[in-house]
């Protein structure tokens, strides 16, 4: 973590170590961390990559047994949450794309972006689709 903290200092990517630290929490095997021999070459361009995931739209997640995400809640005060996507809502599409059987991980790379960029989440609620446009903001 030590390393986190000097990106941190170095670059602006404390949002993107947290979206690490959460997405680690939903799943361990979510794998969005640098490795340290990268950071110890060019830092910076590891900041850069890092930042790349740093916006968030206020989501936990989860994969059932089917490999579909499924929303376990949204975060209070988030762009998800005002936009009103409930709990078990399920997504599946980012963008367009289809995401349905996807790993977990690749589906938080999807969904997780720059700051202030937007991402469109379809959802399946009660048998329809919804369409949410979300504007990605820091942890």
């Known amino acids: 973590m030590e390393e986190g903290k000097r990106l941190a200092k170095e670059g602006k990517v404390i949002e993107a170590i947290a979206l690490y630290q959460e997405a680690q929490k939903l799943d361990p095997e979510?794998?969005?961390?640098?490795?340290t021999e990268a950071i110890d070459k060019d830092p910076?361009?590891?900041?850069?990559?890092?930042?790349?995931?740093?916006?968030?739209?206020?989501?936990?997640?989860?994969?059932?047994?089917?490999?579909?995400?499924?929303?376990?809640s949204p975060i209070e005060g988030k762009p998800a949450f005002k936009a009103g996507i409930r709990a078990n809502d399920i997504i599946i599409k980012v963008d367009n794309e289809r995401i349905e059987g996807m790993n977990i991980n690749e589906a938080v790379k999807r969904i997780a972006g720059p700051i202030d960029t937007e991402v469109k989440l379809t959802i399946l609620r009660e048998g329809k689709e919804l369409d949410f446009r979300l504007q990605r903001v820091p942890k």
């Not at 910076?44 to 376990?72: H, N, P, S």
């Open 30 to 35: 979510v794998d969005l961390n640098p490795d």
């Open 44 to 72: 910076e361009a590891v900041g850069q990559q890092l930042a790349q995931y740093a916006g968030v739209v206020g989501i936990r997640i989860k994969q059932d047994e089917e490999k579909r995400i499924i929303i376990t």
